[in-house]
């Protein structure tokens, strides 16, 4: 029972416990002394502190404080008694859980004189250690935390892992090293031994649940080094708890940053980890696609810039999201119930921005806005008193905070933070998290936190009038959370508090500017040798909050538009513990091909191929100057028609206002070739280039031809009308120049943009409606084989010769993607949700785009595949290789 009641919380923060004794205690009152009776339990030997637990349940525990303590001693009080007994005397003490309930401690002000009597062990034993602690409580804070942490390298260095607790025999020891495991507010000391199958953890103490932590490596999701206390030494292990597959982790501390690394790479050594790891752009991705929620999109980058549910100084921070609290109903589709999301919390009301700012320009350097920050370990526990009632009492020495300082109102808690000069939090994980039924506004455990100003008794925290409990309450914010209005807005946030708007002249122009020690790499602790002047950094910089590791350094992208949010309408209740950088939801692709037709036409290889007017036929273009056209229902060629003497590059089709059906074939002799497939002749051949022409595009609501060249231009021309040949200037309308041979063009689905890809490597966004120039970026080091917009025209595919898959971000021209191939894109096509990318191999590889992950490879061409295409309103795909051959495929089980 003991062990429940005792638990490292009713220590200080970061307390140290090292061991524990079966005693009889009896207290000699000095106004009462003769109080005698005896009273069984255990003694709780801590680095600040003896704490006394009551084997009676209804008996308080007793806290100690060492620095309290005026003479500690073995005594004899009479021949009654054993020599084995501790004298301690005090002007203080603290009685904890009376009645084994959760409530403020009793502080005891008053001279008391405790005796220990052990039952088992020696007095001699342990009297030395607590003379030790004695002598360091004397001291200033700082002192007294260097001379225990001196007694536990002390004690540690002579202690060394039981191996009798191995698994196996047989398993071969890797390295053993000493660390803390961290809680929130909790360390415990321990040795770490890693070997070839497990790694373990065994404490020095007896507090843990088991004596031994054992995680086999085959369970280990992922292995994150973190940040812990502002040095880079804490390291987080995931792990898959093999009774019931739940998430289980172990966040470790370490004496410097090198035993951390060390171990870290020993891990990754080890055969049977196998981590699950998702690249950072590949989640971006996803949560683009819609196939991440945004509340599990924000938990990933809090884990990626070293928030952890297991220090509330890096606690995860999330976004206030509603500015309505006072409405009887929520209406998310009405804008102006959200936040302004591009603003940091300090500059939502101008009025307190104005007054900040003038104060701001009377500082001297380094100057800063907001004199206190959005996350601390006060403002976590500010919201989760009423569920880790405990922490606080850790935190706060025993006590609640005042009654009207409480997390009383939703709606108070707001305005407040829009108009107290010193008052700018965020939200935590849990206002979001609807798999807990916002069970941290409840006050489930009765506590007795006091009364208001006003005689109002504390109990569950007041709601908006439009929420129907605390779980409707988070459910309503989650559903703001996953709203098309935060989904557009959110990248702004996360340019605030993740990315490159915080910090620097972008922090500025944002009014997006904290105390200087409070981020990253503004101090290092490890150059101070003044201990006292580093102690003293420490409490401030952990009382005022951290600045999140910057995890973006250019514009974060934009979710696109009107995506289906996969997870949020499946997996609604991941819980925070669970999802994290390495959890992606993911599910098994079918993509299977089934060869119908395979049609050997061609001389040379097939350049191109498009669609005539039905699924039924198709047409090809190929290097061997021909055209070919086939109907796919009667499974032949129909018609051959040789068009130039020089190679053919591309094609497309369209239909004149009088329904003609018009097919264009770009010719390596720098013309563009008319052809009227419905009468099969040739109608006019257009000089349009100075050299060979690469490549074409139509566009059906500007009714114009984009035609590529390698002359280094790109020309746009009138679709063909007349029955007549006209002249090429009648066709012209706009020549856009390049610094490159031109080598693919696409325009986006609603026709609004055009991008060129170029041999140099450099792409070209251009503006549909005047065709001016709007970004060039180098996205590649060589030649660009192919090019394509993602569905919504939010962002530019492309791919080269140096077997590079990029992704660019269109609003900001910021590579957001990017994957090593191993072999040589040529070819782009999208069907639905995944785009089909041809390669020098004669594959087929197929991507899903909402998941950033490739799904299948299937071989499709000896040689390479150049053309590749759809056949509409069927599930039919018509590739075109340097083998010659065109071939139909019917796709099954996607």
Known sequence: MEKERFTMLLLEPGEIFFEDYSVQMRKVDCPNPGNKQWMDGRLKLCSKSLVFVNKDINQPLIKIQLKEVTSVEQCTL?????????????????????????????????????????????IEDCLPLILQLHRAASLVTVEQNAMIMAIVHSRQSRVSFDTSWLEDLYEQVVLETQANKVLPLVINPGRVLLTTSRIYFQPYNNMDQHPVLKIHLKDILNIIKRRFLL?????????????????????????????RDKLYDNLLEQSAVSLETVPP????????????????????????????????????????????????????????????LSKPIGALNPTRL??????????????????????????????????YPQYMLCLQNGRFDHPDRMFNSVADVWKNVLVNMSDFKELIPEFYDISNGGDFLINSYGIDFGYRHDGTKIGDVQLPPWANGPSDFVQQLRNALESDYVSQNLHHWIDLIFGYKQRGIEAEKADNVFFHLCYEGAVDLDTIRDINDRHGL???????????????????????????????????????????????YVKEDSFHLKELIVFQAHKDCVRSIVQKNTSNEIISVGQDGTLKLYDISERKLTRSVILSSLSLSSCISYYTPSQRNILVAGSWDNTLIFYDIEFGRVIDVLQGHEDAVSCLAWSATHQVIISGSWDCTAKVWRGYTSGSKIKPAEYFIAQLDHDSKITCINISKDDTMLVSGTEDGELCLWGMDS??????????????NAITFDKQGDSVISCAEDKVFNIIDVRTSTQIYSVNLETVPLTLTWMDMFLLIGDDNGNLN????????????????????????????????????????????????Q
């Open 78 to 122: 009479s021949k009654d008694t054993t020599e084995n007994m501790l004298s301690v005397d005090c002007k203080r003490h603290v009685e904890m859980l009376e009645k084994n309930i959760l409530a403020p401690y009793r502080f005891i002000h008053q001279n008391t004189v405790f005796h220990f009597c052990f039952n088992y062990a020696k």
């Open 231 to 259: 040095r880079q030494v804490g390291l987080e292990i995931k792990s898959t708890r093999q009774t019931d597959s739940k998430t289980e982790h172990l966040f470790l501390s370490f004496q410097n940053h090198d035993d």
């Open 354 to 387: 104005e007054k900040l700012k003038e104060r701001y320009l009377e500082m001297s350097d380094p100057k800063f806005l907001y004199g206190s920050h959005y996350s601390a370990p006060g403002f976590v526990l500010f919201y989760l008193v009423r569920k």
């Open 771 to 784: 065709y001016n120039l709007q970004s060039t970026i180098k996205g590649h080091t060589c030649k660009i």
């Open 281 to 340: 752009n590949q989640m971006t991705i996803r949560w683009q696609n819609g196939y991440l929620s945004n509340y599990d999109y924000i938990l990933y980058v809090n884990s990626l810039a070293d928030r952890t549910f297991h220090d509330l100084t890096q606690y995860p921070v999330f976004p206030w999201i509603i500015q309505d609290y006072t409405s009887a109903t929520l209406d998310l589709n009405d804008i102006s119930v959200y936040r302004d």
């Open 846 to 893: 197929i991507w899903n785009h909402q998941k950033a992950v490739f799904v299948s490879q299937i071989h499709c061409h000896d040689g390479s595949l150049c053309a590749l295409t759809l056949a509409t309103d069927s599930n039919l795909i018509i590739t075109g290789g340097k083998d010659r051959k065109v071939i139909v495929w019917e796709c099954q089980g």
């Open 538 to 584: 420490e409490v401030q910089i952990m009382e005022f909050g951290q600045i999140p590791k910057q995890v973006f350094t250019l514009p974060h992208p934009k979710r696109s538009t009107s995506v289906s949010n996969l997870l949020y309408s499946e997996t609604l209740l991941a819980s925070p513990e669970t999802m994290s950088s390495d959890n992606a």
